[in-house]
């Protein structure tokens, strides 16, 4: 069964500063790994998806890397704002269908 | 393009009641997936609906239950709440059944509260 693991927890960070989050998953026959916003109450946002065949995607200033053997997946803020301040999760799919499997958060405040 | 949908967004129910929460996905997305979202089990997995056939299930009782619209739409039922049901149940569709390639885009949440 796949289990998929976030750490740190909870990250506090001053504003301007750069960051990684980090996502490890037991089972490396993934077929993609995605990155979600959550904000306190709300919904998930789609950040990245990475598939197997790729080592990294960006988006702004995000940027997320995946290494299928070590079973790890990071996701780096440029530049942190406070807008930034929110739960992120990693989730990856089971082989056969649509359910993901997720992490249970990094919890993000960048602090003005 | 529009987002995925859910109504209501907030819902108080009492424990014995049942409750009925609906999903529109965005427009051409043919899977609708829902799941359930507490702080002490975090984002838990319920059903996944593709073509009006429920294609996979989480391990939830029977009190949970859902279907799928000829238009996609979905709803899911909770019979008998019990005060454990409280919880953001969140929806998310694709545009395939499998996700192992298209992102699974979410919806805003239904906050339910069980009195």
């Known amino acids: 069964k796949q289990e998929v693991t976030q750490i740190p927890a909870a990250l506090s960070v001053p504003e301007g500063e750069n960051l990684v989050l980090n996502c490890s998953f037991t089972d490396s026959a993934i077929y993609n790994l995605q990155w979600f916003r959550q904000d306190p109450g709300k919904g998930l946002t789609s950040l990245l998806l990475?598939?197997?065949?790729?080592r990294e995607q960006t988006s702004g200033r995000l940027n997320a890397s995946l290494d299928k053997s070590s079973g790890r997946s990071t996701l780096y803020i440029a530049a942190s704002q406070p807008g930034d301040s929110a739960t992120y999760l990693c989730?990856?799919?089971?082989?056969?269908?649509?359910?993901?499997?997720f992490g249970e958060g990094t919890q993000l405040t960048v602090n003005p | 393009k529009a987002g995925v949908t859910q109504t209501p967004r907030y819902l108080i129910k009492t424990r014995g009641q049942q409750v009925t929460l609906s999903c529109s996905p965005i427009s051409g997305h043919r899977s609708v997936s829902w799941y359930q979202q507490t702080p002490g089990q975090g984002l838990q997995f319920l059903f996944e609906?593709?073509?009006?056939?429920?294609?996979n299930k989480g391990n939830f009782p029977g009190r949970f239950s859902g279907r799928q619209f000829s238009n996609s739409r979905s709803e899911m039922n909770v019979s008998t709440l019990e005060l454990g049901d409280s919880a953001l149940y969140l929806c998310?569709?694709?545009?395939?059944?499998?996700?192992?390639?298209?992102?699974?885009?979410f919806g805003p949440g239904t906050r339910l509260t069980v009195l």
């Open positions: 609906y593709f073509s009006e056939t429920q294609r």
């Open positions: 989730a990856v799919p089971e082989t056969s269908g649509s359910r993901l499997t």
């Open positions: 990475i598939q197997s065949s790729q």
């Open positions: 998310a569709s694709s545009r395939d059944r499998s996700s192992v390639r298209y992102t699974q885009y």
